[in-house]
Nanobody
Framework: QVQLVESGGGLVQAGGSLRLSCAASGRIFGINGMRWYRQAPGKQRQLVAV???????SYLDSVKGRFTISRDNAKNTVYLQMNSLKPEDTAVYYC??????????????WGQGTQVTVSS
């Protein structure tokens, strides 16, 4: 069984920073893409950042230059460093990962989400 556990959310003032972490555990034989999504109340879940197994990255336009996604393959962990936070960044943030089993089959897993609230 594989689990993704997020941490690092909280309440911060506009202009502040937070660092989210998402650690994968269980029977893991490799991890391909890792992603951060977010969902604000009454809105659809949106893809915020992606990092490939080779550490190529891409970002939602509205977070470019403020957010940085990174990964530590030895720890099966993905991070999201969020700087210059704005009230519109307020959402539940979810991590997602493409995890390989012993037969090289890929499965998509989600974390439980962590709340980020930015006050104005």
């Amino acid at each position: 069984q594989v689990q993704l556990v997020e941490s690092g959310g909280g309440l911060v003032q506009a202009g502040g920073s937070l660092r989210l972490s998402c650690a994968a555990s269980g029977r893991i034989f490799g991890i391909n893409g890792m992603r951060w999504y977010r969902q604000a109340p009454g809105k659809q879940r949106q893809l915020v950042a992606v990092i490939s197994s080779g550490s190529s990255t891409s970002y939602l336009d509205s977070v470019k230059g403020r957010f940085t996604i990174s990964r530590d393959n030895a720890k099966n962990t993905v991070y999201l460093q969020m700087n210059s936070l704005k009230p519109e960044d307020t959402a539940v943030y979810y991590c997602n990962a493409d995890i390989l089993d012993s037969r090289n089959n890929e499965y998509h897993y989600w974390g439980q989400g962590t709340q980020v609230t930015v006050s104005s």
